[in-house]
């Protein structure tokens, strides 16, 4: 059996997703399993279905969380590992991920990632920034999971109730770090494993504005939620952040878009569900039959 699932999702630039697809292929051993999920765009030219990959399509318009939950839910290994088009890799890549995950406290490995233009390394979600999204620049900061290169026990991914398809497709790394910082699960770095990428790559492809409103429907979900270790500021303080961003067009939209976010009340109920739901999985030890985020796994065409 394969150690580690390794799940591309189609987005957009096939081009992008050829080249990951090509550096996996070159340094992928037989405890690599190589998914690929698409809602109908991919159309395999390669027949890399027949022998080397597992191509998943499911029904045209699931949304990336929907597409990597019905993954993770065919997935025959242990680990899993999102590898966003862009993304290369080297042979050994995962190795020391893998030895850290055999520490059964362990749920997720940081893989860092390297931006291929700037020479920079990202190691996660800044930490000291949550629940705002930031990229951390040192390990010790890393508080956190980004969907590109985080490698994830298959096993507390699914009792988490997988990605949640409620909240923007940007941001479903950040409220995956904040659910998995409720539920007190134990995240390590691991630096001797690399992952190369882009900023276009791996950063969001939405406005200013809808980040930051997004991070504030999450951040004003969690507050509510008991032990999730969110607060929000006073909103004096929060009034106060968007008038010292009227310099920066992009930092000022950011904060405005937070300021209506934090008063967004339409994810509360469906969050809270989700971390109740993913609590009672962990303490049962006992994976959630359907969860609010699950996908059906029978609307798709498995090919081998």
Not at 95 to 103: F, G, N, T
Not at 123 to 150: C, M, N
Request: proline share 5%; hydrophobic share 40%.
């Amino acid at each position: 059996m394969p150690q580690l699932s390794i799940i591309v999702p189609f987005q957009r630039d096939e081009a992008a997703l050829e080249s990951t697809l090509l550096s996996v292929l070159e340094a992928k051993t037989d405890d690599h399993e190589l998914i690929i999920v698409h809602s109908g765009e991919y159309s395999d030219p390669y027949h890399l279905g027949d022998d080397e990959a597992v191509v998943i399509e499911t029904e045209s318009g699931r949304s990336i969380a929907e597409q990597l939950n019905i993954a993770a839910a065919a997935a025959c290994s242990p680990f899993l590992q999102v590898l966003l088009p862009g993304t290369q890799v080297e042979a050994g890549w995962s190795d020391a991920s893998i030895e850290c995950l055999d520490d059964p406290k362990v749920d997720a490995v940081c893989v860092p990632v390297m931006d291929s233009v700037t020479g920079d390394r990202h190691f996660g979600l800044d930490g000291r920034e949550l629940p705002h999204r930031r990229i951390a620049k040192k390990a010790k900061s890393s508080g956190g999971p980004v969907l590109a290169g985080t490698i994830v026990r298959r096993k507390s991914i699914l009792k988490m109730g997988g990605w949640s398809d409620a909240v923007h497709q940007d941001l479903i790394d950040l409220e995956l770090a904040l659910l998995m910082n409720a539920l007190e699960l134990r995240y390590e770095v691991v630096e001797a494993s690399m992952v190369t990428s882009t900023s276009r790559s791996i950063g969001p492809t939405s406005s200013n504005f809808e980040i930051g409103k997004g991070c504030g429907m999450i951040a004003c979900a969690y507050s509510e939620i008991p032990d999730s270790g969110v607060e929000l500021e006073p909103l004096s303080r929060r009034l106060g952040h968007l008038a010292t961003g009227l310099m920066n067009p992009k930092l000022a939209a950011e904060r405005l878009g937070w300021v209506l976010g934090v008063r967004d009340r339409s994810l509360v109920a469906r969050l809270s569900d989700r971390v109740e739901l993913a609590r009672q999985g962990f303490e049962n030890q006992t994976l959630p039959i359907r969860t609010p985020e699950s996908a059906p796994t029978s609307e798709f065409r498995r090919a081998a």
